[in-house]
């Protein structure tokens, strides 16, 4: 008959985690600041049924632009419209014309 022995430790090897870039936190319009047919600099909601525009204050695009540490950080942004929180890459914002939702 055999013995069993316990394998102690024998466990998978500890991994070492990679390191993230820091989620920035940025300063973006309300809604009442937006202005109809202007454009700001910002990212579209990626809320499927919003999918409207998310607008950095001009303050905000100074201060990310300057900072140091990686090249491209996250910004963990809640959508004015919808409140949907989401990470949006500081690199994918582009110029976008608001247009405020129709009536319907």
Same mark, same amino acid.
């Given at each position: 008959?055999?013995?069993? *022995?316990? /394998?102690?430790? *024998? =466990?998978?090897?500890?991994? !070492?985690?990679?390191?993230?870039?820091?989620?920035?936190?940025?300063?973006?319009? *309300?809604?009442?600041?937006?202005?109809? &047919? /202007? #454009? /700001?600099?910002?990212?579209? %909601? !990626? &809320?499927?049924? %919003?999918?409207?525009? +998310?607008?950095? #204050?001009?303050?905000?695009?100074?201060?990310?632009? =300057?900072?140091?540490?990686?090249?491209?950080?996250? =910004?963990? +942004?809640?959508?004015?419209?919808?409140?949907?929180?989401?990470?949006? *890459?500081?690199?994918?914002? #582009?110029?976008?014309?608001?247009?405020?939702?129709?009536?319907?």
């Amino acid at each position: 008959m055999a013995i069993k *022995r316990t /394998h102690k430790g *024998r =466990s998978t090897p500890a991994r !070492k985690s990679a390191s993230t870039a820091p989620i920035r936190h940025v300063e973006i319009l *309300r809604v009442a600041e937006l202005v109809p &047919n /202007h #454009t /700001h600099t910002g990212w579209l %909601c !990626k &809320n499927r049924g %919003c999918g409207r525009l +998310i607008a950095l #204050t001009p303050g905000s695009l100074a201060a990310i632009g =300057s900072s140091a540490g990686f090249g491209d950080p996250l =910004s963990a +942004i809640r959508c004015p419209h919808c409140g949907e929180e989401d990470l949006y *890459r500081f690199s994918a914002r #582009t110029e976008i014309v608001y247009a405020p939702a129709g009536p319907g």
